[in-house]
């Protein structure tokens, strides 16, 4: 059972930047996956950015933030970098580990965080 605590979320005004961490109970990239998923009110869960460390290293990031967020681990703790951020990007953020599949697809995610908050203003 790998438990999973996210932090770091906040509000901040468009264009501002926060760095998200994510705390794992045991060290997971000898065996899984790692990713940050958000889910805004009345929407699905939706995949952010996926980090690979089995082989190497592999990211993987949504259109929607290319280019300005960065997804990072070290050891049993993931980070996501989320810069010029708008207010579309406001939602609750979790991350999750998954032992295969599809990296944006939530249902192949076994462990679960309880999710932070990030509020962007205009």
């Known amino acids: 059972q790998v438990q999973l605590v996210e932090f770091g979320g906040g509000s901040v005004q468009a264009g501002g930047s926060l760095r998200l961490s994510c705390l794992a109970s045991?060290?997971?990239?000898?065996?899984?996956?790692m990713a940050w998923f958000r889910q805004a009110p009345g929407k699905e869960r939706e995949g952010v950015a996926a980090?690979?460390?089995?082989?190497?290293?592999s990211t993987y990031y949504a259109d929607s933030v290319k280019g300005r967020f960065t997804i990072s681990q070290d050891k049993n703790t993931l980070y996501l970098h989320m810069n010029s951020l708008k207010p579309g990007d406001t939602a609750m953020y979790y991350c999750?580990?998954?032992?295969?599949?599809?990296?944006?697809?939530?249902?192949?995610?076994?462990?679960w965080g309880q999710g932070t908050q990030v509020t962007v203003s205009s």
């Open positions: 999750g580990v998954a032992y295969g599949g599809s990296w944006y697809d939530p249902i192949e995610y076994n462990y």
């Open positions: 045991e060290y997971t990239g000898a065996r899984y996956h």
């Open positions: 980090i690979y460390t089995i082989g190497g290293i």
